[in-house]
């Protein structure tokens, strides 16, 4: 959504770069997805939530690693495939490629929070992404042109990852992990009915 509150600034030929990457860079992002759709729906059912938190991590980032090296070797001859022209913006694919492991911490905390319903934290980091990608892709974009998209794209979930990190250690350090199977099934099906 932030790019394309950008692309006026980018011009037609850059945003069509910077679109044609982030399709790509979507592929990818439903690996994270994915995992923590499976992360929320075994946490409502009672399991415990560290191990699932465990496997979902490793899960996510071993089949993340070799698809986005298979992308960052592989970005130019892609890009080229759709345009010849669109080789130029095989730096920013690569720094969308890289910034899915840091989001994939955070929409893994994401699913914590869903899970013991905790929304304050959600909205917290939420915000937090929008005023600093916001800001930060700007700021970047005015200096270094359309790589500073990826520039600042990159840095906001990197600092997210790290606070949702913090959080996360923070909060599974406070509980007793084995004994909030029953509050969460309950909170989990409290959400679903609301849906």
């Avoid at 899960?59 to 010849?84: H, Q, R």
């Avoid at 492991?101 to 699913?111: D, R, T």
């Amino acid at each position: 959504m932030a790019l394309f509150l950008l692309c006026p600034n980018l011009g037609w030929i850059q945003g069509q770069f910077n679109f044609t990457e982030l399709s790509l860079r979507y592929l990818l992002f439903i690996i994270p997805t994915s995992v923590c759709t499976s992360l929320f729906v075994e946490g409502c059912n009672g399991e415990n939530l560290l191990k699932t938190t465990k496997k979902s991590l490793s899960l996510v980032f071993m089949l993340l690693t070799p698809t986005a090296i298979f992308i960052i070797i592989c970005g130019d001859s892609i890009l080229s495939l759709i345009n010849p022209s669109y080789i130029a913006g095989a730096e920013i694919l690569r720094l969308f490629v890289l910034s899915c492991f840091p989001m994939s911490i955070v929409f893994i905390f994401f699913s914590i929070m869903r899970i013991v319903h905790n929304t304050r934290p959600l909205f917290v980091v939420s915000l937090f992404l929008f005023v600093f990608l916001m800001s930060s892709m700007t700021f970047f974009m005015s200096i270094y042109g359309l790589i500073g998209i990826g520039y600042g794209w990159t840095l906001s979930y990197l600092i997210a990852a790290g606070i949702c990190a913090y959080l996360l250690i923070k909060t599974f350090k406070n509980w007793d992990v084995d004994n909030i199977r029953e509050p969460q099934a309950d909170i989990c099906q409290s959400d679903s009915s609301e849906i």
